[in-house]
């Protein structure tokens, strides 16, 4: 009987230990979950954020054709970004008729 008193007690203290290790496991499960719920809503505003963006720089360069406002700012800041890529890979060389190809979305991956 002697023996068995403390055998109890570090058995219940186990039980105890192991019981609150299984509810802290829960709790970050719960969190996690929580987290990825938010990082596919962002993902998805993200690409949906992308896709508006590039249509409207489509637009701006569609319009840049006609309008001289338009024109100005495609080259000030769209023409710019191509030709960079242009000058390290082509020799500086500008793309045909000014006009660096339309952006594309990039794809979300899931």
Known sequence: MK???PLAFLSLALVLILGYQAYLNTQRTT???QQLELLKAQEEQSALFTTRLSSIVNDL???AQTDPDAQ???RRNIT???QSGAQ???GGQAPAANQ???VQPTPVQQ
């Open 61 to 63: 360069r569609q319009l």
């Open 31 to 33: 969190a996690l979950t």
């Open 80 to 82: 710019v970004q191509g």
């Open 100 to 102: 660096p190809p339309p």
């Open 3 to 5: 023996t068995f008193v």
């Open 72 to 74: 100005a700012i495609v």
């Open 88 to 90: 390290s890979a082509g």
